[in-house]
């Protein structure tokens, strides 16, 4: 028992430790070499980590408005799907499909708030929970491997480094998750031209507002958690 304590404790201690304020000398370098991943041939890559987080907004979502997740897939396209299980129509079928590209921004916006604030352990340990609760409902092995590989990744910077480099890394994480989910909204528009199954398609035919509104709906949510972000990080330099 007292083992079992002891690793709560120190889990605990790791949780909430706190970790310094970026810097402009932090911030430029690493939101500059996101931004630069964003725009090579990296992004089909860096794209599955924004797919985990669309389908774990549409997951997250299902469930508050009590409907049964019935499982999650990711595709080696980095495109994704969320089965949920409920009424076909109504306000909680239209509100699952809406969660799923703002989902990004709005996560990305928590951890930039938490790294100014100075808790970037917290954001870190908060990533891997959620890698944790998508795992749970995974169901295909392409996106176990994905889920497995990022949570590696998360769990050593979370375990092993120190908090100036942990306040990086989860900056890098708000910024990825931010510009990233941007740029999936954006490139929407182009990618439903060949099948039209889009989020913003399904929302049409729910809601009979075009899916035109919906596209413009997203990319201004995505501007919105850029901007957010931009002022959570940058209006302490100030």
């Known amino acids: 028992m007292k083992g079992a304590a ?4 120190e889990l605990w201690r790791r949780v909430a430790a706190t970790s310094p304020a970026p810097r402009a000398v932090d911030l430029v370098p690493v939101v500059a070499l996101v931004a630069a991943l964003l725009l090579l041939p990296t992004w089909p890559r860096l794209r599955h980590a924004i797919t985990i987080v669309h389908e774990a907004g549409h997951g997250f979502v299902a469930t508050l408005m009590r409907r049964r997740l019935a499982g999650i897939r990711l595709h ?48 870190l340990w908060g990533s891997l929970a959620l890698l ?16 497995l590989a990022a949570g590696a990744a998360v769990g050593t910077v979370t375990w092993l480094a120190d908090a100036a480099w942990q306040m990086r890394a989860a900056l890098a994480v708000a910024t990825l998750l931010v510009l990233g ?14 099948e039209r199954v889009s989020d913003a398609d399904q929302l049409a035919r729910l809601t009979r507002i075009p899916a035109e509104l919906w596209l413009l709906v997203f ?17 302490p330099l100030a």
């Not at 799907?81 to 921004?105: D, E, H, I, N």
């Open 76 to 123: 080696s396209d980095s495109s994704g799907l969320t089965v949920s299980v409920g009424r076909p129509r109504g306000p909680g079928m239209v509100l699952t499909l809406l969660a799923g590209y703002p989902a990004p921004s709005a996560v990305g916006v928590l951890v930039a708030w938490a790294v100014a604030a100075g808790h970037a352990a917290a954001a």
């Open 181 to 194: 989910g941007l740029r999936a909204a954006v490139e929407l528009p182009a990618s439903r031209r060949r």
């Open 132 to 147: 944790l609760l998508v795992l749970v409902q995974i169901r295909n092995w392409f996106g176990l491997w994905v889920l």
């Open 6 to 9: 002891g690793f709560v404790a």
């Open 219 to 235: 990319v201004l949510v995505g501007l919105a958690g850029v901007g957010i972000s931009g002022w959570l990080l940058v209006a």
